[in-house]
């Protein structure tokens, strides 16, 4: 009997984005379309496929320990959960870009050797990027959203979050102070199921690969 080929999709934001490029490959499944179902997990029997959506910040963690076989994640989500897996392809959709934000007030104390706080729904990134690359100590304070608050309200001097259009920073008075990195969704694969689905899984990114190029054009 042919094993599935098991996907597990960040649901949110990018779902329909990550939906639409694989119909564009031949990979599809209707039911998973109905925004209304309850339904978690649906099989394409004829294509040996099965797809799941699950809580963004869990695709990698599916992934790392092989429940499922392929993931569409933020790259974002990639780097704050710090698993292993391969990363194969970046997408070109869902793109933003990590940034650590503030009042205009807080640029000079970001450069002056000030302990800031800072406060992240990603804090893995916040720290890395504050230790290893500024090599500037912080004290971190995760958060799990509206991290915009926290500046407005004097819990933290700066924060590291997403930016894509800039109109909630914009709205609250704050603005890009620092870039750490450009985000995008990938896909990521399980590192044995590579080995063991090898041609099947190569097949899929070259062909989700062209797409990407294609649309790119
Ligand atoms: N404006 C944006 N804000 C947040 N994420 C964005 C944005 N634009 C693109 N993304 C990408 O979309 C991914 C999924 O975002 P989404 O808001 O659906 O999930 P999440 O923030 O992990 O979920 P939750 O809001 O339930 O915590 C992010 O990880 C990021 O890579
Ligand atoms: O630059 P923009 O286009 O304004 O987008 C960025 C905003 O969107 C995300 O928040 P989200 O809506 O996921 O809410 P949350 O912070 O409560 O998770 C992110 O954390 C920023 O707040």
Redesign the pocket.
Known sequence: MRRYITFALAKG?LAKHTLSLLEQIGITCEEMKDEKTRKLIFVNEELGYRFFLSKATDVPTYVEMGAADIGVVGKDTILEAGRKLYEVLDLNVGK?RMCVAGPESAREKLNDGSLIRVAS?YPRIAKDYFYNTKHQTVEIIKL?????LAPIVGLSEVIV?????????KENGLQVLEEICPLSARVVVNEVSMKMEHERITKLVKDLKKIVSANQE
Do not use: A, F, H, M
């Open positions: 934001r933003c729904k799990n959203g509206s991290v915009e979050d997403i930016v894509e259009t800039g109109s909630t920073l």
